[in-house]
């Protein structure tokens, strides 16, 4: 079974500035795709960015990238000149490939700070 | 805008009752995914249908059920509801890559 660990509850960062939230997983599998999903207060679920596990350049959207570190089974989330509308709930999430069922973090609060 | 549709946006009711939740997959999408988010459980995984067939089940409790129509919309049933039930209900669609609803939030009083 996968397993996706995101140990920041909670962070905050003013605006303009970088911020970067962690996430670690377990898996057996070598096939798979991350992801990092934003959810604002709207509560509608967002997808940021994704990684596909075979590539070993980090995925870029704009100010958001990742730094995935397959050995190491890590798959962190920059973020660069920080915004307001960028605070939200953060989730990281795995999926094997030929599973298609989501595993979930428990998600990482982020706060930007006027 | 993901272009998955949910309706309806909230649902009251109370213990013991049946509720439908409707979702619309993405145009070309044969894939429907239900997830529950609730406060101690965090997003679960509750069930998947492909083209009608139902393809994976997660975390899903006997008195729910799912089933995906022809025209590739889904319909989430929860019956004998509880308290416990409360929470943010997510259709999703796609493939490696799901793109989420706007939620259905369903509040058991």
């Known amino acids: 079974a996968q397993t996706v660990t995101q140990s920041q509850p909670e962070m905050s960062v003013q605006e303009a500035e970088t911020v970067t939230l962690s996430c670690t997983y377990d898996t057996s599998e070598s096939n798979y795709y991350l992801f990092w999903y934003k959810q604002p207060p709207s509560r509608q679920m967002i997808l940021v960015i994704r990684q596909e596990a075979y590539k070993q350049q980090n995925a870029t959207e704009n100010r958001f990238s990742v730094n995935f570190q397959k050995a190491a089974k890590s798959f962190s989330l920059k973020i660069s000149d920080s915004q307001l509308g960028d605070t939200a709930m953060y989730f990281c999430?795995?999926?094997?490939?030929?599973?298609?069922?989501?595993?979930f973090g428990t998600g990482t609060r982020l706060t930007i700070i006027p | 805008d993901s272009g998955v549709t949910q309706t309806p946006k909230h649902l009251i009711t109370a213990t013991g009752q049946r509720v439908t939740l409707r979702c619309s997959p993405r145009?070309?999408?044969?894939?429907v995914y239900w997830y529950q988010q609730s406060l101690d459980q965090g997003l679960q995984f509750l069930i998947q249908y492909y083209n009608g067939e139902e393809r994976a089940k997660g975390n899903i409790l006997e008195r729910f059920s799912a089933q995906q129509f022809p025209d590739l919309h889904s319909e989430l049933n929860l019956s004998s509801l509880e308290l416990g039930d409360s929470a943010l209900y997510f259709c999703a669609s796609g493939k490696e890559t799901q793109y989420f609803g706007p939620g259905t939030r369903l509040l058991v009083l």
């Open positions: 999430a795995f999926i094997a490939f030929g599973n298609e069922k989501l595993t």
């Open positions: 145009s070309g999408d044969l894939s």
